[in-house]
């Protein structure tokens, strides 16, 4: 549908104007003289506002009127207490729900294409005419993460554009985060397994050196029980050699006193003759009792030295064992701090697959199915770019002609385009864009302080003090 009349009456600063638009619409002449007022009105039209203030100063009420080529009039109408009305007929037919049956004929969203001359302005203008909106399920199956460990605090609600974006940065952000991580735990494990000894052979450990020792003193035991029993026959066989010699002497001292009393008393003779036979058995008895050799004690307490030398050794060991334990305790937490840099190395990997994935491919991926502006449009490292050239380094020509297309993407219900300070716009640029726009089938209106552009075909409205001169 295309705009075939436009009347205004007391809107602003408009006192009344009433157009019928050609193609193409150049609303000319000097500041504060009603041109942008022009395109509120038509804006106003179809959106609403209930503002008294809309009302030119001094009269009662405001009113717009705009005719469509279907016949369709549209009528709205506020007074001075705010209060406005909306009218929609179409021949006879009048619709019941005014407001909802504009909101489906015009597009909502307000667009000049001048703002994509703006680099402040030229991504929030192109998505205006990208409808792409993505969800957290959409990306948590993308990316094969879990919801719950998508960076919080993003507005899905916004455009898909800026939702990957802010993505993005997120796992930008964890996957810097990680990369610092797995790089401090590598250097702290390298660290440490720098200052591990080298691998030594295995020593005896504490329970088999234990083990040993306590064999040592079972052997310790039995020896000083082989040396007491040899002292003890010892202590006997001195006992026994200190009793033959006491009785040598008594068997002398009777021999003596056998002569001398041999010839007095033959009696006392057999008595003492008799006690010299006893004491000789006693003697021949002892000497078969008495080994003929004293044990030898010299090799046993050897023997107990060396038990001794060796539990010494043994306890020596010990210590070893300590130091081989500590080693391998420290080696198990050397392995554990390998596993942890491992872990977060694989994590800063993981990460880093979703930033690739987010930087490019899911973008190419998820706006594979919407329609461009124009050919060779796309979106690459966070900015728009036409054939791989960034929108910002265009030329003058072709982000007019990225801006046309932005706008007809936009204006796909009404076919209308507004277009406010075309002054900016060189005769050159003005003369591409009016090629670019010529018979496109949409209605431009186009505001410009000063005369106008020469343009084929096109209706020129010059605006004084809120009236088009005559």
């Given at each position: 549908m295309n705009i075939v009349r436009l009347k205004i009456l007391n809107f602003m600063s408009i006192i009344d104007v009433d157009i019928h638009p050609s193609q193409v619409n150049q609303i000319v002449g000097q500041n504060n003289n009603g041109k942008t007022t022009i395109l509120k009105a038509l804006e106003w039209a179809i959106k609403g506002k209930p503002d008294?203030?809309?009302?030119?100063?001094?009269e009662e009420s405001a009113e717009v009127i705009v005719e469509l080529d279907d016949e369709t009039i549209i009528k709205r109408r506020i007074n001075a207490k705010g209060m406005q009305s909306v009218d929609?007929?179409?021949?006879e037919f009048k619709t019941t729900s005014p407001q909802a049956h504009l909101d489906a004929l015009f597009d909502s969203t307000a667009f000049n294409p001048l703002d994509l001359l703006d680099p402040k302005k030229r991504n929030d203008a192109i998505m205006q005419a990208l409808e792409f909106k993505v969800t957290a399920e959409q990306i948590a199956q993308e990316l094969s993460c879990p919801i719950d460990r998508l960076p919080a605090g993003i507005n899905y609600g916004e455009h898909g554009l800026k939702v990957i974006d802010q993505l993005y940065k997120g796992f930008y952000q964890r996957r810097a985060e990680a990369?610092?991580?797995?790089?401090e735990k590598k250097k702290r494990w390298q660290t440490y397994h720098n200052d591990l000894p080298q691998d030594a052979e295995r020593p005896l450990m504490h329970d088999e050196i234990l083990s040993k020792i306590e064999t040592i003193n079972d052997q310790k035991v039995m020896a000083n029980r082989v040396l007491e029993k040899?002292?003890?026959?010892i202590e006997v066989i001195k006992k026994q050699d200190e009793r033959l010699d006491k009785l040598k002497k008594e068997i002398l001292a009777l021999d003596s006193q056998r002569e001398i009393m041999e010839s007095a008393h033959k009696e006392a003779v057999a008595r003492v003759k008799s006690k010299r036979e006893y004491i000789l058995n006693e003697i021949d008895d002892l000497k078969v009792k008495t080994p003929k050799e004293s044990?030898?004690?010299?090799?046993?307490?050897?023997?107990?030295?060396?038990?001794?030398?060796?539990e010494g050794e043994l306890k020596a060991k010990m210590k070893e064992a300590d130091a081989y334990v500590a080693v391998q305790k420290q080696r198990v937490m050397v392995d554990d701090m390998h596993a942890?840099?491992?872990?977060?190395?694989?994590?800063a990997g993981e990460l880093k697959k979703r930033v690739d994935i987010l930087a490019g491919p899911l973008r190419e991926k998820l706006m594979a199915g919407i329609e461009m502006p124009i050919k060779g449009l796309s979106f690459a490292d966070g900015q728009f770019v036409v054939d791989g050239i960034p929108v910002d380094n265009l030329s003058s020509s072709l982000a007019l002609k990225l801006a046309i297309g932005v706008a007809r993407k936009i204006a796909k219900k009404n076919k209308v385009i507004c277009i406010d300070g075309a002054?900016?716009?060189?005769?050159?640029t003005w003369a591409d864009f009016r090629k670019e726009i010529d018979n496109d089938g949409f209605v431009y209106f186009i505001t410009k302080v000063g005369g106008c552009f020469v343009g084929l075909n096109d209706s020129v409205i010059p605006m004084s003090n809120g009236q088009v001169i005559q």
């Open positions: 008294a203030s809309l009302i030119r100063r001094g929609v007929r179409r021949g990369n610092k991580e797995a790089e040899a002292l003890a026959e044990p030898d004690t010299t090799a046993i307490r050897e023997s107990c030295t060396n038990l001794q030398i060796q942890q840099f491992l872990k977060a190395e694989k994590i002054e900016m716009l060189d005769e050159k």
